[in-house]
């Protein structure tokens, strides 16, 4: 894979900022714009500029979980997160909340929506990853399609 | 608050979830998928008695109540579509897992499953437009992958039609849901109940022919039905059978919810629907007739098959909505029995084509049995559930004095029986003309694997229950067409009366 030092050092720069952003948007959704979905594409988009300068083995790097791993797990936990007040009594979906003081943020409140949004994020990431590993690389002009295939599949 | 109501929707998509994770384990994801399509059937039973005992059971997902949360309602006709089509979803899974084909090889056939079944269960369950929407799309795309799995060029060709036709129909199903917004400001199916009728006359019109419009596109309504037979057969066997059994009638359910709980009588699009479902029967079985393949031969009778339904619709009397859910429950059981006949006989003679089987009848009896019972029952012939199904229908018919419908259901019926004689003596009699290019699977002492016979015999058997306890049976039907005629009591229950 052909690399241009421009967009190298662009997106060596870009990408942890990007996905620090992704993590404020994930956050930030419960009373602002953002949420576990605008989150999760906005680490895809981080995810996608690795893609582009850097190939998918780049990915897959960064990432030691296999892609479906990280959509499973971020599924298993919003539908969890869906039916456990259902366990306790209440309707399904339902949510509560606490407010804690932290040390350097002050007073947070936390709600139980935010385990549903943080497996939303998941299964958005683990999607996106999935897409580029389905896209994979430019083969080499001899290299052996069908291992390749396999591998995606 | 209901627990239960919630489940059908949230237990397969947690399955899903366990099944993506463990995808490494075969066996696991095997367990996992009988385990949660089992329980949802036993939910759904429950449901059925609740129902039946207590009277619609309602749950506001979040706990905000209506209009403004989501509602999950569960009343007769819910219950009934949850039973009849978690019990189809778990025999075609067993069925699929003892045939071993894309399930065996595709790491993705339990997840994207199960995402299916919830899907389906969704669109029974919700009572709120939108999310109906979002049920339907999760169905979808669970069915675009099912509809590809295996990768041959003709199902990716069909496949293609077969998405972007969707796809065209969602579009259109999502600006329909945006005028319906903005015309009322609620997207809450009980209290779109309340404030369609303070609209103008041919809006409400304009409403009930776009949405006939959108959930005739899903169900296969004429001339809208094109792309059904193309795309079904050419999915893997098990795939096939659940695709005609549940998917074209949650279209069926979603025409019949909208139609009755939305619009407000004097607005029905009612002669509309009785013509489309005349043509719907009748090009449907016409198309049927002029095929040479067991698979698209059942697939233009599914088409077909709508169109007797949305007569009963059409009608909108009591009789005639008991007339069309008991045809639509019975037809699900029977379309989903016969494609899994059909994919027995794909799998053992190693073609569909009429040309191409024959002789099935000594070769492999114990498969000819399973199609020959619910055949004659399609075609309506005592003592069978079709028989049940379509004598509600004609009577009701006669009793509205919609002579021309009436006439042309009864002329469709013979051509149906036609039609099943022409894949009775090509498959089961005779000797075949040509073989067949793909390999045979002749060595299985009934024709097929243990687990695919038992699959397709508990289907077959279901129907013959349905023809047994067909007189308790019809009662629920008169209940649910008694329920959508007067759908005060499901507003009632959804947005608790005035107060």
Known sequence: MKQLRIVDTSVRVLYHSIFVLSLYFLFAGHNQPGGGFAGGLTAGAAISLRYIARGVGSVRRAFPV????????????????????????????????????LPLLGTVKATTALPFDIGVYLLVLGLTLMAFEAFGDEPEPDSDLAADGEAAS | MNALVALPLALPLLGAAVSVVLGRWRPVQRLVTLAVLATSLVISVVLVVRVEREGIQVSQAGGWPAPFGISLVVDRLSAVMLVVSSAMLLAVALFAIGEREGEGRHVGFHPVYLVLAAGVAGSFVTGDLFNLFVCFEMMLVASYVLITLGGRPDQIRAGMTYVVISLVASIAFVTVLGLVYSATGTVNMADLSTRIPELDGALRTGFAVLLLGVFGIKAGLFPLFSWLPDSYPTAPGPVTAIFAGLLTKVGVYAIIRTQTLLIPEGSRPDVLILVVAGLTMVIGVLGAIAQDDMKRILSFHIVSQIGYMVFGLGLFTVAGLAGAVFFL?????????????????????????????????????????????????????????????????????????????????????????????KIWAGVFWGERDRTPSRTAHTSDRFGAPPLMLIATGAVVAMSLAIALFAGPLWDLAERIGADLVDPSGYVEAVLGGDS
Request: negative net charge; hydrophobic residues 55%; contains cysteine.
């Open chain 1, 66 to 101: 296999q892609p479906w791993t990280i959509l499973g797990s971020g599924l298993l936990l919003s539908a969890t997160v869906a039916i456990v007040p259902l366990l306790l009594g209440g309707a399904v979906l339902e949510h509560d909340d606490v407010t804690v003081e």
């Open chain 2, 329 to 421: 429950a019975n037809n699900i059981v029977l379309k989903t029995s016969l494609l899994l006949v059909a994919g027995i006989v794909d799998r053992f003679a190693g073609s569909c084509r009429l040309s191409e089987t024959g002789g099935l009848v000594r070769r492999a009896p114990v498969v000819a049995v399973m199609f020959g019972l619910p055949a004659l029952s399609l075609a309506g012939l005592p003592p069978f559930s079709g028989f049940v199904a379509k004598l509600g229908l004609v009577d009701a018919g006669v009793s509205s004095e919609a002579w021309a419908i009436t006439a042309v259901s009864l002329a469709v019926s013979l051509f149906t029986t036609y039609s099943m004689t």
